[in-house]
């Protein structure tokens, strides 16, 4: 079989594009990782536009520097972040009333 790159070999199987490392689950997790990272990117952009970025959604104090620096989308100050992580056992904390 022929391709634009060139002639299929034994080692290239006709995959779809899909690669042969590539098992569909991993392809799906990817995909769900993209589409929650744009969607992240997405309400961020939202709190550009509303004058609220940096300014956590939970608390509404400041989201520190350094936050930001390492995730320019976050949407929470470290310490909301901290009370939402999960807890040993699988609990989850409560959200604010």
Do not use: K
């Amino acid at each position: 079989m022929t391709t634009a790159e060139g002639t299929l070999t034994p080692s290239q199987p006709d995959d779809g594009g899909q690669g042969p490392d590539r098992a569909p689950d991993a392809l799906v997790e990817e995909l769900d990782g993209a589409e929650a990272t744009l969607a992240a990117v997405e309400a961020a952009l939202a709190r550009l536009d509303e004058g609220a970025y940096g300014r956590c959604t939970r608390c509404g104090g400041p989201v520190e520097a350094s936050v930001l620096e390492d995730d320019p989308a976050a949407s929470h100050c470290q310490a909301c972040a901290h009370d939402q992580a999960p807890r040993p056992g699988g609990d989850t904390p409560s959200p604010p009333a």
